[in-house]
């Protein structure tokens, strides 16, 4: 399972306390969003496996980057940063275990 350190860690400022507590807050987000989405394949008794655990980790780090998933506007040039679903390489990753229908 990642932890806040591990997140923090992967954005470079595993030294800042700050990014670790929010971390923190934002892993059981992105942790019980991909277990939806997987309908809990790939976790084992809560914890995610190794896989998932990366999707988890970057999906984290990229809703640390807009807490309040507002969208900045500066004149003309609009800044849209912030966790906004899966990105293509994580959703790769989920729907290796994604039940899915086949009908």
Request: net charge negative; glycine share 8%.
């Amino acid at each position: 399972m990642p932890t806040a350190q591990d997140v923090a860690d992967f954005l470079g400022q595993g030294d800042d306390q700050t990014v670790i507590a929010l971390a923190g807050e934002h892993l059981p987000i992105i942790t019980a969003m991909a277990s939806a989405y997987t309908r809990g394949v790939g976790f084992t008794a809560g914890e995610p496996n190794e896989e998932i655990s990366a999707v988890i980790t970057t999906a984290t780090a990229r809703l640390m980057a807009n807490p309040d998933q507002v969208q900045y506007k500066l004149g003309n040039m609009s800044f849209q940063s912030f966790f906004n679903g899966w990105t293509l390489a994580e959703t790769f990753v989920l729907n290796r275990y994604r039940k899915r229908s086949t009908g």
